[in-house]
């Protein structure tokens, strides 16, 4: 399975008639989070008072949601800057429409993860946790050091427990599957 593409939000690529998902808002609207999206009017409050979109010159809720409005589904799923959200609620906080954003941003990733667009960060990151327990491995490098420097040993991490807490989310086998392994039976 070949993975999809990653692309930047981006206004300056012209709008195909092909890429319009009409339905796609009506989607929004029956899920939890996305309810109130057809409010935002563009005031840009999400995106002003956003501390991640203060540090990145691409990341902007306000344009996420206005293509999801658009009919942009692919755009919106597909893009990296979907990822970038802290989830600080500072955007859903300052909403003068209680537009619910960071729950927005929320139901996007977990659209993007149903239709296999997910960050090659995040497959990492879930091989490691369910193959040593730990969210990112621990270099050699850094074993030796603590050891070198009179530190204790790391505790070792349970990667069974870690498989039965995370039993049935959709994302661990969906994850799995891109990066090319299958759910163990924990997940299944």
Known sequence: MTEPAATTVSSKEPIKASELDPKF????LKMHGSEKILKCFQCGTCTSDCPVARYSDSYRPRTLIHMAQLGLKDR?????????????????????????????IRVFRNLAVENGCIPQVFKDQTASLLE????????????????SQGLPP????????????????????????QAGGQPTNAQQ
Request: glycine share 4%; hydrophobic share 35%; proline share 4%.
């Open 154 to 177: 790391l505790p070792k991490g349970n990667a069974e427990n870690v498989k039965k807490t995370l039993k049935g989310v959709k994302f661990i086998s969906n994850a799995q599957k």
């Open 76 to 104: 919106v799923l597909k893009s990296d800057t979907l990822w970038l959200c802290a989830a600080c609620f500072t955007c859903t906080d300052r909403c003068p429409q209680d537009v619910e954003v960071a729950s927005v």
């Open 132 to 147: 040593s327990g730990y969210a990112y491995k621990i270099p050699e490098l850094r074993i030796k050091k603590r050891e």
């Open 25 to 28: 808002k009506y989607q929004l």
